[in-house]
């Protein structure tokens, strides 16, 4: 039964064969894919460090879609102005690193970015009842932020359904986006819990056949 409606895929660069970079971002390119998703950890705020500026500044050059800045960094708020310079579209912030998260968002937009929050599976999603209205987009973390490749934690579809409730009673416009541990098992499922945009790393980079495995997930979505 079709859902209906335009989910978007965002590839996770993360899962990407980095000494074949560009290679993977022309993939991404001609694929079915909406955005790119780039993870950016700091070795503090998660127990993992991925890539920095210089790499995003050479992916931003060759992508032609949406990038999807994922911060896993403590005190974002340094570093707003930079990822704007860097070609983020989507700046998402993580919940559990800013102590004026609202400041936060106002800074992102300032920069013309669309705004994110992305928040651990073990913050509950009431918590961002009082900032709905400012957040484009709230990241759902469907495994705990730092590594890909990860099992997707069931409770996220509970929390999918309560995050959507909570988007309707405000009016809001927010998209939710599942990351972590998406594949072809339980991307159907999530989009009929509410999720509009599924990141996918292993997943997508795993597989023999990366572009159809775009267009399979793209499929069963809509
Ligand atoms: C995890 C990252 C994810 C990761 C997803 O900390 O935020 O975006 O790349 O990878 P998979 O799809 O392999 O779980
Ligand atoms: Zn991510």
Not at 9 to 28: C, G, H, K, T
Not at 58 to 71: C, F, G, M, P, W
Not at 95 to 110: D, F, G, M
């Amino acid at each position: 039964m079709s859902t209906s409606k335009n989910t978007l895929i965002a590839p996770s660069v993360l899962a990407a064969d980095f000494a074949n970079l560009q290679r993977d971002i022309e993939m991404i390119n001609n694929s079915e894919a909406d955005w790119f998703h780039i993870d950016i950890m700091d070795g503090v705020f998660v127990p993992n460090i991925s890539f920095g500026m210089p790499v995003l500044q050479a992916i931003s050059k060759h992508a032609k879609k949406t990038i999807d800045v994922h911060l896993m960094i403590v005190d974002p708020d340094r570093y707003i102005t930079t990822f704007k310079n860097l070609g983020a579209d989507i700046l998402t912030v993580h919940y559990e690193a800013c102590t004026h998260l609202h400041r936060s968002l106002q800074a992102i937009k300032a920069e013309g970015m669309k705004a994110g929050v992305a928040i651990n599976p073990h913050t509950n999603v009431t918590l961002l009842e009082d900032t709905i209205k400012d957040i484009d987009l709230v990241c759902l973390m469907s495994v705990n932020p730092g590594f890909g490749g990860q099992s997707f934690i069931e409770n996220t579809y509970k929390k999918v359904k309560q995050l959507k409730e909570i988007i309707s009673r405000n009016n809001a416009t927010t998209l939710i986006e599942i990351d972590g541990g998406v594949t072809n098992q339980n991307a159907k499922q999530l989009v009929e819990a509410g999720a509009d945009v599924l990141v996918a790393g292993s997943y997508v980079f795993g597989a023999t056949n990366p572009t159809a495995t775009i267009a399979n997930l793209k499929e069963i979505t809509q």
